[in-house]
């Protein structure tokens, strides 16, 4: 592809040529002064240096960050919608495995006033706390259907160019794609062993911790972008409030 893009610039870089040496040559022949009309293009050559150093780091650079900027904020469109459609069914999931969900009530009291400051509080006390999940506590199968019916959400990272960069967005969806792999390994997950319920114990953590990070992540952009979806999200906030029995994502 750059190969035929490249092939294409020929003609108009031959064409800008001979309009110099035309025009060069019309200068000549009006003026009759070609010690005069060479001083002009040496001396236009003093400074092309600095049209280089102009085009190619400062204008190339003002464009890579502005499209770094559109990058960034389709990913968090993307984010929202992800979060919206299974990300937030997903972590009410897997919050019932959770063996201290006080912790988590604690750390997560959402507040309309948070800050910048308050979201790193937060995220670095989910860290310290180690907040472990017990596959033997609920019903595995429910989750196993939830992530089932959520799937395309739960793994559209791998069809998006934009998130496939971003580093813990796709950690998250291959950790989630990894517990459903597990799941689905066994045929009957209400009578498991003690060693396989450690297993899915260690893989049911490790893909929460990734997808409670990339949650507070898109909290903290509904704050500054959205502060209407923001202040909804703080009222039915997934860590404070059990949806009704009937309305649970991982419903019996």
């Given at each position: 592809m750059k190969k035929k893009s490249s092939r294409s610039l020929v003609p108009f870089i031959i064409l800008l040529l001979c309009s110099s040496v035309i025009f060069f040559i019309i200068q000549t022949l009006l003026f009759h002064d070609v010690e005069h009309s060479?001083?002009?293009f040496f001396q236009d050559f003093i400074f092309l240096p600095i049209e280089v150093i102009l085009v190619s780091f400062l204008i190339d650079r003002f464009i890579s960050s502005r499209e770094k900027t559109e990058r960034r904020s389709k990913l968090h469109i993307l984010m929202s919608e992800y979060f919206t459609e299974a990300g937030n069914d997903l972590i009410l999931c897997l919050n019932r495995f959770v063996t201290e969900p006080e912790t988590l009530h604690r750390i997560f009291a959402l507040d309309t006033d948070w800050d910048d400051d308050a979201f790193c509080r937060a995220e670095e006390s989910f860290l310290k706390a180690d907040i472990r999940l017990d596959a033997g506590k609920e019903n595995l199968a429910a989750l196993q259907r939830t992530l089932l019916q959520k799937?395309?959400?739960l793994l559209t990272v791998f069809e998006n160019p934009n998130t496939l960069e971003h580093t813990e967005f796709t950690d998250t969806a291959l950790a989630i794609h990894h517990l459903l792999s597990e799941l689905r390994q066994h045929d009957d997950l209400e009578h498991l062993s003690e060693e396989n319920l450690s297993h899915l114990?260690?893989?049911m953590k490790r893909a929460y911790g990734l997808i409670v990070q990339a949650w507070i992540s898109n909290m903290r952009h509904l704050r500054g972008a959205y502060p209407y979806l923001y202040s909804l999200a703080v009222r039915r906030n997934i860590?404070?409030?059990e949806p009704e029995p009937g309305?649970?994502?991982?419903?019996q």
């Open positions: 060479l001083f002009l799937k395309r959400f114990s260690s893989d860590f404070l409030h309305e649970h994502p991982c419903r």
